[in-house]
């Protein structure tokens, strides 16, 4: 099985930092491009920054030059992470960490997501 696990979330005042990490782990042969998503209430799930496994990154317009999206490998897990800064109130969202991974006996990659964590900027 795989498990992406994401921390970091929490509550931080307009103009705050915040960094939130995913850990990516289980029976893993390979993993592509690593994201982060956000959705708000009443909204749909939005790209928020995504990196490549040669650590080619996007970002959404609205988090560009404010938010830096990085990975890492350690030992049977990889990392990624997201700095935010500058945040906005309009950064208030469930943010989501997003995998493409090929496990044991499949020919592609598949999609996992984690279970969300809240992200809460107050004005």
């Known amino acids: 099985q795989v498990q992406l696990v994401e921390s970091g979330g929490g509550l931080v005042q307009a103009g705050g930092s915040l960094r939130l990490s995913c850990a990516a782990s289980g029976s893993i042969l390979s993993i592509n491009a690593m994201g982060w998503y956000r959705q708000a209430p009443g909204k749909q799930r939005e790209l928020v920054a995504t990196?490549?496994?040669?650590?080619?990154?996007?970002?959404a317009d609205s988090v560009k030059g404010r938010f830096t999206i990085s990975r890492d490998n350690a030992k049977n897990t990889v990392y990624l992470h997201l700095q935010m800064n500058s945040l906005k109130p309009e950064d208030t969202a469930v943010y989501y960490c997003?995998?493409?991974?090929?496990?044991?006996?499949?020919?592609?990659?598949?999609?996992?997501w984690g279970q969300g964590t809240q992200v809460t900027v107050s004005s």
């Open positions: 990196i490549s496994s040669g650590g080619s990154t996007n970002y």
């Open positions: 997003n995998a493409a991974i090929r496990v044991p006996g499949t020919f592609f990659p598949y999609n996992y």
